[in-house]
T-cell receptor, first 111, second 114 residues
Framework: QKEVEQNSGPLSVPEGAIASLNCTYS??????FFWYRQYSGKSPELIMF????GDKEDGRFTAQLNKASQYVSLLIRDSQPSDSATYLC???????????FGTGTRLKVLA | SQTIHQWPATLVQPVGSPLSLECTVE??????LYWYRQAAGRGLQLLFY??????ISSEVPQNLSASRPQDRQFILSSKKLLLSDSGFYLC?????????????FGEGSRLTVL
């Protein structure tokens, strides 16, 4: 079992729709979770982090964390073509300083 | 504000040649430093991380090595490159305290081994 799992996609959504990206993790002791966006050929950039169960909103982005189910998600409202990118989920392995990444979900927003 | 610089941005090297990638962080002290590799179409693989000068942890045994000669400098090296070393190398930093801070990436170094 991979430590951080994501569906590779591509996930295609029409412009203006809600995109839902999902991530599961295996380390039940993990406390810190991150979402990054990576455009082709570029380095990842941080979108959001979440530490507590529930929802955290930042503009058009909402991160959701359910530690009991070991599940993190990212919702993008009013999706724009500029949101088309690969979205990476990352988890800090418990008891360490190691950030472990999933393989990413490729999102396509269709104009 | 904090910034991270990584160089060179692109390099093409023959098999068996040496490698040196450098990374420096400005605007913070005692950061945790990381090297990741991303093969084409793949996720980020943690190669090395460091919590202080001279303290290097290796995640994947291979022909690469890392050094941290100064607090905010992190170097990735190889004595002899393999074809499988091709990829996008990313340096990153985070705040040391607690290990729960955000991770920030440099712009990356794209290595092609021929």
């Amino acid at each position: 079992q991979k430590e951080v799992e994501q569906n590779s996609g591509p996930l295609s959504v029409p412009e203006g729709a809600i995109a839902s990206l999902n991530c599961t993790y295996s380390d039940r002791g993990s406390q810190s979770f991150f979402w990054y966006r990576q455009y082709s050929g570029k380095s990842p950039e941080l979108i959001m982090f979440i530490y507590s169960n529930g929802d955290k909103e930042d503009g058009r982005f909402t991160a959701q964390l359910n530690k009991a189910s070991q599940y993190v998600s990212l919702l993008i409202r009013d999706s724009q073509p500029s949101d088309s990118a690969t979205y990476l989920c990352a988890v800090i392995r418990s008891g360490t300083y190691k950030y472990i990444f999933g393989t990413g979900t490729r999102l396509k927003v269709l104009a | 504000s904090q910034t991270i610089h990584q160089w060179p941005a692109t390099l093409v090297q023959p098999v068996g040649s040496p490698l040196s990638l450098e990374c420096t962080v400005e605007g913070t002290s005692n950061p945790n430093l990381y090297w990741y590799r991303q093969a084409a179409g793949r996720g980020l693989q943690l190669l090395f991380y460091s919590v202080g000068i001279g303290q290097i942890s290796s995640e994947v045994p291979q022909n690469l090595s890392a050094s941290r000669p100064q607090d905010r400098q992190f170097i990735l090296s190889s004595k002899k490159l393999l074809l499988s070393d091709s990829g996008f190398y990313l340096c990153a930093w985070s705040v040391a305290a607690g290990g729960v801070g955000e991770l920030f990436f440099g712009e990356g170094s794209r290595l092609t081994v021929l």
